[in-house]
């Protein structure tokens, strides 16, 4: 099957990129490359240091004989995208071509504005160009959990049904999203859900919790995940930077684990291998025409106070390991033994303890297999981590942006 890759570049993309083409998909990556340039302009660096897209898919065929497409332009250029479609054919669509951040998404009026419209507009200019060219072709779209906030109820996987009045319906779940990001991701569902209506589009919405770690150990070769030319982005900044990556790249460089308020925030969370797997069965298993498909995108629940605590104790126990299996000199661990928590005042609007108990089950049917939370995942991190500790800048680690403001 030939797959498109949309956001081929980033964190997501970048891995499922590699995985699908290794699994025997011919696949192509589109992306403006939009993602490096907010690097430059926040002045911070990825942790590991990512090579030129070009260099990357140049090494991935040298060691794997496989070809991976490059098409660079913005979706937001109807043209640009309908031609790269015509000239791909692509049988499914996996969309990560967007801007991902709440914090990046809150700046400043500019930021709001343009995340609004590179998600918005974007989404919007492919399902224009899938009616008009690749109607049959499968959108698998990223979503996010935070479209649905943290309501007081369960929530259930993209629909609810509700009796009113007596009479009973199966409806889209409310949302009460966060940020103008999570707002923008909120628009992009409901134009899905209609162009699947009207023009009979197949597309599935993949609402992805927190996602965390950085290789897919088992899922491809040692040689392919040690290979530095192919190695995946690992954020630690505040703008970019997610939870469970952030805080074990504070532990490695001594810095307090940055917890929000309270800590009681209550997030779903995967490793990066099932979010492959998950792009992968939703591939495999695409909907029907007509048909807007929702799946919760995430495999455990955690708040965020869990998830610092989970760092401090691998910290130690990692040192203990590390000292006598690894080959790290001890000064690259005497931070791990004594990992503090700040309780930072909260820079975001957001309930911080609250019931959330969503629902994840029609990934687990289709076959996913996760890879839950585990030490040796966290010995992974922490090892990236201090191998590239010398990259981080510590003046980036601070949340800076204020829902307040």
Request: hydrophobic fraction near 40%; include cysteine; charged fraction near 25%.
């Amino acid at each position: 099957m030939k797959v498109l890759v949309i956001g081929g570049d980033g964190y997501c993309g970048w891995a499922t990129a590699l995985y699908l083409s290794n699994q025997g998909y011919e696949v192509g990556i589109l992306d403006s490359m939009v993602r490096r340039h907010w690097d430059m302009q926040l002045k911070v660096e990825t942790l590991t240091p990512i090579a030129p897209i070009q260099q990357r898919i140049q090494r991935w065929k040298e060691l794997t004989g496989k070809k991976i497409d490059l098409y660079v332009g913005d979706i937001t250029d109807y043209n640009f995208l309908s031609k790269t479609l015509r000239q791909f054919e692509p049988e499914s669509i996996v969309h990560f071509g967007e801007q991902r951040s709440a914090p990046f998404s809150m700046i400043d009026r500019e930021h709001a504005v343009m995340t609004q419209v590179n998600n918005v507009v974007g989404t919007l200019n492919i399902l224009y160009a899938m009616k008009e060219d690749f109607p049959d072709c499968h959108l698998v779209k990223l979503g996010t959990m935070g479209e649905y906030g943290t309501p007081n109820i369960d929530i259930e996987e993209g629909y609810i049904t509700i009796e009113h009045n007596g009479r009973k319906d199966t409806l889209p779940y409310p949302k009460q999203p966060g940020s103008f990001y999570h707002l923008s991701k909120v628009h992009d569902s409901h134009n899905i859900h209609f162009a699947c209506k009207i023009w009979g589009l197949r597309a599935t919405d993949l609402n992805q919790g927190i996602v965390y770690g950085v290789a897919l150990t088992g899922l491809l070769s040692d040689e392919i995940i040690k290979d530095e030319l192919l190695i995946n982005r690992l954020d630690y900044d505040a703008v970019f930077g997610t939870a469970l990556n952030r805080f074990c790249i504070q532990a490695a460089i001594g810095h307090p684990l940055t917890v929000y308020g309270k800590g009681g925030q209550t997030r779903g969370l995967l490793d990066i291998r099932d979010t492959v797997r998950c792009m992968e069965i939703a591939i495999a298993n695409p909907a029907e025409a007509g048909k807007f498909r929702v799946f919760n995108q995430f495999t455990e629940m955690f708040s965020v106070d869990d998830l610092a605590m989970m760092v401090q104790k691998a910290g130690k126990a990692f040192k203990d390991k590390a000292g006598k299996d690894l080959n790290l000199a001890p000064d690259d661990l005497d931070n791990l033994d004594n990992v503090k928590i700040n309780y930072l005042e909260n820079p975001r609007v957001e309930l911080e303890q609250h019931y959330f108990n969503a629902k994840n089950t029609n990934l687990l049917d289709l076959g996913l297999q996760p890879h839950y939370l585990s030490d040796s995942l966290l010995d992974s991190l922490l090892n990236y981590a201090i191998q590239y500790k010398q990259r981080v800048d510590k003046d980036h680690i601070l949340p800076k942006v204020s829902w307040h403001r």
